[in-house]
């Protein structure tokens, strides 16, 4: 049983981080030639989607934005021994000299990041990648640092980051739960 415990970001303050983070992403880069954006799913593809429509809004052009399934790359894939719900991984864009952004919505140990840089490079070898995340709430278990973050949440190991975005939740909100043991 979860409880929850604070609400982190609510609609408003989510769509603001977004719109900081494109700036954060454009100035960085100094624009966006050579610049595309992976999404991993489920909710970091939503949020890439966002951010390319806030860099459109910056910049007056589009981002190419991908969509990155990872499931294959993880490594509690042969652990949990669940069937894989692999799902279709579409990057309209050679990664090939770009620098790619990994997008995601939740940085906690790093294993999600690294598994996604392990699937980008079976589709080319990218100049450079970055990561951005909307929330990062601490626990690193590799060596993986976000180059955008939106927002830092320190929590303990019994709490969790809950992101609800309305595509998949028909709501955009951030929430602190607590398992109860």
Known sequence: METVK?????????????????????????GINGLGLCGIR???VFVARRLAEAIKKIEGKDIPVGVLDITLYRDDFRIKRIGPGVQVTD????????????VDDVLY????????????????????????????????????????VGKNIPTTGRENVKVKLKEQDEIDEVILVESGE
């Open 91 to 102: 990057i309209p864009f050679n990664p090939d000299d770009f620098t790619v952004i990994l």
């Open 109 to 148: 140990t790093g294993r999600t990041s690294r598994a996604a840089m392990d699937a980008l490079m079976d589709y080319g070898r990218p100049a450079r990648v970055q990561l951005a995340i909307l929330v990062d709430r601490g626990h690193r278990e590799l060596p993986i640092k976000a180059d955008f």
């Open 6 to 30: 604070a609400k982190i970001m609510d609609e408003d303050d989510i769509r603001r981080t977004i719109t900081r983070l494109a700036h954060e992403i454009v100035e960085r880069n100094k």
């Open 42 to 44: 489920t909710r970091g």
